[in-house]
């Protein structure tokens, strides 16, 4: 059965009843129906979850980040749709906000993502050419491809992290939904890529400002489990989107554009 309402929440879920209980612990979905797909976790993140007032799909299997996705999608009837992590505490003001965007817009509206301390997360990315993920992996500087919205700014970005963005159904169905070829990792930088290519823009809003824990694996010491699911996302990425491997052609001269526009940190039209 689906639930019912002009926007709705959707979160996945694997092994995080912790992060559950802190960023969801207030409630702050409010009336809107909040959907929690589950991958099989292990320590009760269905149980946390359903106790919070979330709606739980407890899947058998862990299915993987885009393809949770899909599943929460199908099983709520609301004209736009919020997908945030279980580390992002959502406001009410914000979700408004988001989907006045995504309704006026069209496409993908992302908040700014901010640290605990209050200081700013680049959740907002420009093209995913292979040399700048190489130095981001790296952790050198890189402005072109670290993107930040300050308040009163709406930012063109070529893609937004999937930890937080809001899309309404219309161009999700036209897009076809998340890729769940993708199990995780490059799956957003994928949505966002094929947004533009449909006429739809990426955008963070800088008014909205959600705190987000972001515990990314790959950033975290090694993981060799971590690095192989890295590694098989990236081969998908560069194989479905060459243009950015090889940045020559038509697609990759259009990633510039959106690039150069970017970094103009334009105000809000």
Request: proline fraction near 4%.
């Amino acid at each position: 059965m689906s639930l019912h309402g002009d926007v709705a929440l959707i979160t996945v879920t694997y092994n995080s009843a912790r992060p559950l209980a802190e960023f969801w612990r207030d409630r702050p979905f409010g009336a809107h129906p909040w959907v929690v797909v589950d991958n099989a976790s292990r320590d009760g993140s269905a149980r946390v979850a359903q106790d919070l007032g979330a709606r739980v799909l407890d899947l058998p299997v862990n299915r993987g980040f885009s393809a949770a996705n899909n599943i929460g999608a199908a099983a709520v009837d609301a004209d736009v749709l919020i997908f945030c992590n279980p580390d992002v505490t959502v406001t009410q003001d914000g979700i408004a906000a988001l989907a006045d965007g995504a309704r006026r817009y069209g496409g993908i509206v992302a908040p700014q993502l901010v640290n605990v301390d209050g200081s700013l997360q680049e959740n907002g990315r420009g093209t995913p050419f292979l040399t700048r993920k190489l130095s981001h992996l790296l952790r050198l500087p890189d402005g072109r491809y670290r993107r930040f919205a300050r308040p009163g700014e709406l930012v063109d970005v070529v893609w937004a992290m999937g930890a937080a963005l809001a899309i309404s159904r219309a161009s999700f169905e036209a897009l076809g939904g998340w890729d769940d070829g993708f199990f995780v990792y490059y799956e957003d930088a994928d949505l966002g890529l094929r947004a533009w290519q449909s006429g739809m823009s990426v955008r963070v809003d800088g008014d909205v400002r959600w705190q987000h824990g972001w515990r990314r694996e790959t950033g975290r010491g090694f993981s060799a489990r971590a690095w192989q699911l890295e590694v098989a996302s990236a081969s998908r990425f560069y194989r479905k989107h060459p243009y950015c491997l090889v940045p020559v052609g038509r697609r990759a001269e259009q990633l510039h554009r959106i690039d150069a526009a970017g970094s103009m940190l334009g105000a809000r039209a």
